[in-house]
């Protein structure tokens, strides 16, 4: 579809200048923003504004140009779930499944997530800047090349890591109490990937074990720790400062001896 | 005269494979296998075999097939098999047909006929493995509210006293097994297990050895018509303490241990002569009436300064439901239910077989009519009698049982083979004997071992279907009859057992 | 006796299954506000439910019968009426009667509303206390002519619900009209039961409701042991369910909602284990003896009685809730969003753990947070 096309067949709470589309979601149900956002991607749009948004779904599904997408409010349930490329910066709070089997992309959150932050996820970066929720990361993956980063800047809540088969998970723990996190069953599951927690994470599952990191990982760890402060005008070095635990599994098969053969 | 009772059982020995090693010789302690040094051959006097397949299981080259006799009687859906040579062996005799193990006619077992539950859509299953699943259940009585004090800090305080509980890491105990129907090994390796895994294995009628005294916190006592082995020391050895007033094997009769079966060691722990019977009465003879229950039950409270709970155990009759309730408001802290299926060292079977009712419908009406009366939280109640399963443990916690006892499926993991001859004392596999020769066949730490392992499969099964119904708490299947559905049962079964038929 | 179940539940399914959108918002000063906000956000999470039933609990709507049980009551037909009006004349002092106001909305099939103030005739309780000759007679009307049902029976409170998305239903009650300083809200996806009023959210005994959403696999065990004690699971629903639980811990036996959180999504064995000997053995004693009470399976409630409102989430944690607060409102969602829409600007806003409950109080201005 041609840009004119859409522009013609805009609502009125769109407004186009050059090459940046500008809309206003108040009202508008999250069916006919996502297609407006679909009609918009790859049609000379290369980045959307959206205000008002209160709850609205899906926000960045199915998408695989390589727009960019602010949004200014707080998106509903799935935002950027299956997302192929799309770079979705959140000004304000996001809710459950943000990033759910993402393909690859990038979402930057100003605030704190729900539940369920990157879920499955295949590839792609999520960076939440404050504190997340139950089961972040749960069964995220990895494959040949592509490899899912999250990194969350406060703490997130039990079951952290659940289940993990691959990318990297990094909680930084600004402003937690006395460096410790609560979240129980950290890495339950785990048989892949790599957690970077900083701080003291006391309860763990059974198919996890923590070591030191190494030179690999502190590079690794910089490159990602760097990339977030950017976002959020952070000291990447203070951080970087202070002791970082490494989580891994214990094996990838986790359950050989569990059955009888 | 000339028994006109064939043998049930023929011994096929393939002589290619045989290698003459003599095992089977030395293992069978019925004197079936003899070699015949002129011909350098193993024969077999088939009269002697009881398909115990020790010879079978231990023959290195796999050499011995035990097959049932082919010469069976005329079919006959009246005068079966063991109908007739029952009654042969009853006129060569003059006695009682004696038995071992638990009842073997079809038809008893509803298990088989109840069907769990799993979450699809409206309510999501758990993965075990990874998100907690909470077995843990305490055995004991509890009261319908408590007393709490909030504190000023926001702690809680808490001020009623509850009654001693035990505590089950899975719910699944041992059941009662005589010290004399089995040997000490086994006894050894019951205790052993039942500490590492934290549960709980109960001493039978026999007494506890001296030896098993260290594993107290893991044992439970009972005290029994006979009484035997019952002194203040013993009372006070154990976790919980149990009356026994029945057992499903035998209900309303006395127990026998054959006097071939006492030897020194049985008649030290039993404080009665060497070789002479064991004899346990029918009844308690102090038990006459349901207000004596109540005093023994508080005689045994005071005899150990009410730190312990105290359980009751009948076999499951047509008034079970009625029972367990002038139980409950006797004082005890658990009911014991042994259905039909139960299993003993020995029984006529005539009994064994014909008396008593299946331990899933007793159950299912003890719970509803305890739940009735409104004292289902006086005391626990927990089921036994042929569980041979996982599954079976899982529909017995849903019908109502707080946990349950298992026996001949512990014998099984340590070898036995169900061939129904304990009553002989020369269990081969060295379990339901007394004989030194025999019993050192159990090694106590291997049997510790195996049932152990049986002990962790089965739990790691329950978890795996607790997880799938979306349950993490054992305390949400425990009576909750929406998990079950009935298959091939009519209106009146359904309806006793508090389940709908599956498609409801 | 018509069997409320039969018309609840009329594919006689083992339990109604519902999903649903909640929300909840108090002011703790008990200033009153009208329905408009409420309505915005539970109408905000319209997704979560499929129009077949709405509903809301409102706290403080009658300050002029503050003293009186004001009955509000569905009949699917007059003669229905006519039996209640006389079961009602014969046992209650009537102060006030009156058709509910209603007005055109998108609503499958209204029945007639009425609404009744109302006190217990003297010479008919005896030594009766007067909870439980209302819990009676408001049994009695919901079974006696199986058209007839009491929607709530509490004083200066009332549930209003029905067929219809929530916005709908408010708007069919015409509830911006009314202020109250409490209000809570439920959207329903129900899988049966499409035309039954009486089905929707939420649920009521004296003066507590329930909103929920979630389902409760436990609930085979909670109704048995319920039913110990004399309550009557007649809706087949786990919301009744978890309404009579809180009325047994709660009202007969005196427990805190501190307590009462720790009965129903108590810690794990693992957390009470590590507790310090005192804490440990309260918790134990918690769990052994109220077990069959745990609420097994994902489940948010928002609870609100006089002068509190409490949302709790399962122990592990499997159904959202979002707490959040400004100035003197305390808010409870299925989604952050809605609160967002009412209120743009939050002094606070956070996820409360699984098992821990949010409770806001009128007497105390501040939310507490119970954390073990």
């Known amino acids: 579809m041609v840009l004119k096309d859409v522009i013609n067949r805009v609502p009125e709470n769109l407004i186009i200048k050059k090459n940046v589309a500008m809309i206003d979601a108040t009202g508008v149900y999250y069916r006919d923003l996502n297609s407006l956002l679909r009609s918009l991607d790859g049609n000379g749009i290369e980045k959307i504004e959206i205000r008002n948004v209160y709850g609205q779904r899906y926000i960045g599904t199915d998408l695989d140009g390589h727009i960019k997408i602010d949004v200014y409010g707080t998106p509903g349930n ?61 069964h995220m993956k990895e494959y040949l090349g592509k490899r899912p980063f999250i990194v969350i800047g406060g703490t997130a809540q039990d079951f952290l890591g659940e289940y993990m088969a691959g990318g990297v998970l990094v909680v930084l723990g600004i402003n937690i109490k006395e460096s410790r996190h609560n979240a129980r069953f950290v890495g339950t599951g785990m048989h892949g990937g790599t957690m970077y927690i ?33 976002y959020y005008g952070l000291d990447a070095e203070k951080i970087l400062e202070s002791k970082f635990n490494k989580l891994v599994p214990v094996s990838s098969r986790p359950y050989g001896n569990l059955y009888a053969y | 005269m000339k028994s006109y009772v064939s043998p049930e059982y023929i011994v096929e020995r393939d002589q290619d494979r045989c290698i003459r090693c003599k095992v089977c010789v030395n293992q069978c302690s019925y004197e079936t296998h003899y070699y015949d040094e002129e011909d350098d051959i193993i024969l077999s ?153 934290g549960t709980f294995y109960n001493t039978g009628e026999g007494g506890l050895e001296k030896s098993l005294y260290k594993y107290g916190d893991h044992v439970i006592v009972q005290v029994a018509s006979g009484r035997f082995g019952v002194h203040s020391e013993y009372l006070n050895a154990g976790a919980a303490i149990e009356i026994k007033i029945g057992q499903g094997a035998k209900p309303g009769i006395g127990g026998h241990l054959p006097g071939e079966k006492v030897s020194k060691e049985i008649s030290e722990t039993r404080m009665i002569p060497v070789g002479t019977d064991a004899l346990s ?136 083979t169900v061939c129904q001859k304990c009553y002989t004392g020369k269990c081969p596999w060295g379990i339901a004997t007394t004989d030194l020769w025999l019993t050192k066949r159990i090694n106590p730490d291997l049997g510790a071992k195996r049932l152990a392992g049986l002990l962790r499969g089965w739990s790691l099964e329950i978890m795996e279907m607790m997880g799938g119904m979306g349950i993490n708490a054992i305390e949400s299947v425990r009576g909750n009859r929406l998990l079950l559905r009935g298959v091939g049962l009519t209106d009146k079964e359904l309806k006793i057992l508090g389940i709908r038929m599956a498609g409801e | 006796m018509k069997d409320l179940s039969k018309v609840n539940n009329p594919y006689n399914d083992e339990k109604v299954f519902d999903a649903c959108s909640i929300f909840g918002m108090m002011n703790l000063k008990g200033e009153r506000f009208s329905a408009k906000d409420p309505v915005r956000a539970i109408a905000n999470m319209h ?151 009486g089905g929707a959210h939420p649920f009521n005994v004296l003066d507590w409701t329930v909103v929920h959403n979630g389902e409760i696999s436990s609930y085979g065990i909670n109704k048995r042991y319920l039913e110990m004690f004399g309550y009557k699971c007649t809706m087949q629903t786990d919301t009744e369910v978890m309404a009579y639980a809180f009325d047994l811990l709660m009202r007969r036996q005196g427990l805190p909602i501190e307590v009462v959180s720790k009965i129903l999504a108590p810690s794990l064995w693992s957390e009470i284990d590590t507790l310090i000997p005192k804490s440990e053995l309260a918790m134990r004693a918690l769990r052994q003896t109220y077990g069959s009470l745990l609420m097994n399976g994902p489940f948010t409630i928002i609870v609100a009685h006089q002068g509190e409102m409490i949302g709790l989430t399962d122990r592990i944690k499997l159904r959202p809730l979002t ?32 098992g821990e409950p949010v409770i806001g109080r009128l007497e105390s201005p501040e939310v507490v947070e119970v954390l073990v």
Not at chain 1, 83 to 100: L, R
Not at chain 3, 325 to 345: C, G, T, W
């Open chain 3, 323 to 354: 707490a959040a607060e400004k100035d003197d409102f305390l808010f409870l969602s299925s989604e952050e969003a809605a609160i967002r829409l009412v209120s743009p600007m939050l002094d606070n806003v956070w996820s409360p753990r699984g």
């Open chain 1, 198 to 230: 900083r701080g003291e994470v006391h309860h763990l599952g059974e198919e996890v074990e923590v070591t030191d990191l190494e030179e690999d990982d502190f590079r690794l760890l910089g490159n990602l720790v760097d990339e977030f402060c950017s």
């Open chain 2, 45 to 197: 006097r088939n009269e002697n075999c009881v398909n115990c397949q020790r010879c079978a299981t231990f023959c290195p080259t796999q050499a011995i097939t035990i097959r049932e006799n082919p010469n069976h009687y005329r079919s006959n859906a009246n005068w079966t098999q063991e109908a007739i040579a029952g009654i042969k062996k009853q006129a060569e005799t003059g006695g009682v047909v004696l038995t071992g193990m638990g009842c073997d006619k079809p038809n008893l077992t509803y298990w088989d006929r109840l069907l769990l539950n799993a979450s699809q859509v409206t309510n999501p299953s758990i993965d075990p493995l990874r998100e907690p699943m909470e077995m843990r259940t305490y055995i004991g009585s509890k009261p319908d509210s408590l007393e709490l004090d909030m504190e000023e800090c926001g702690g809680v305080m808490l001020k009623t006293k509850l009654a001693p509980q035990l505590r089950l890491e899975t719910p699944i105990m041992f059941s009662a097994m005589s010290y004399g129907s089995i040997s000490l090994n086994v006894h050894k390796s019951l205790a052993r297990a039942a500490s590492e895994v």
């Open chain 3, 47 to 197: 997704d979560r439910g499929n129009g077949l039933g709405g509903g809301f609990a409102a706290y403080g709507i009658y300050p002029e019968y503050k003293d009186d049980y004001a009955f509000q009551i569905m009949y699917l037909d007059k003669e229905a009426k006519k039996k209640t009006d006389r079961l009602l004349s014969e046992r209650f002092n009537i102060l006030n009667e009156e058709e509910m106001p209603t007005q055109e909305a998108k609503v499958k099939d209204p029945p007639i509303m009425w609404r009744y103030f109302l006190q217990p005739k003297k010479s008919k309780t005896k030594s009766q206390p007067a909870d439980d000759y209302i819990l009676e007679k408001v049994m009695r009307i919901n079974t006696e002519t199986g058209k007839a049902f009491v929607f709530s029976s509490g004083k200066n409170m009332g549930v209003f619900k029905g067929v219809g998305f929530p916005e709908d239903v408010a708007e069919y009650f015409c509830l911006e009209e009314y202020k109250g300083y409490m209000w809570t809200c439920h959207g329903r996806f129900p899988t049966n039961t499409p035309g039954w009023w």
């Open chain 1, 78 to 138: 799935d935002l950027g779930a299956f997302m192929k490329g799309a770079n979705i910066t959140v000004h304000g709070n996001v809710q459950d499944g943000c990033g759910n089997t993402m393909d690859h992309g990038q979402i930057v959150v100003h605030g704190r997530a729900g539940d369920l932050v990157g879920h499955s996820m295949r590839g792609g970066k999520i960076f939440i800047r404050d504190d997340a929720g139950y089961r972040v990361g749960i």
């Open chain 2, 281 to 416: 009465p029918a009844p308690q003879h102090d038990i006459y009436s349901i207000e004596d229950l109540r005093q023994l039950i508080y005689a045994l409270k005071e005899a150990t300064d009410y730190t312990k709970p105290v359980f009751v155990k009948i076999a499951a009759v047509h008034n079970s439901a009625a029972i367990a309730s002038g139980i409950v408001r006797a004082g005890a802290d658990a009911v014991v239910l042994d259905g039909v299926r139960g299993g003993t060292g020995a029984a006529p079977r005539i009994i064994r077989d014909n008396v008593g009712i299946p331990i899933e419908m007793a159950l299912a009406s003890v719970d509803q009519r305890l739940r009735d009366e409104g004292i289902r939280n006086k005391a626990s109640v927990i089921a036994a009698g042929g569980i041979k399963s996982s599954a079976d443990v899982l529909k017995a916690i849903a019908l109502g049982a707080d946990a349950v006892y298992i026996a001949t499926a512990a014998l099984v993991a340590l070898g036995c």
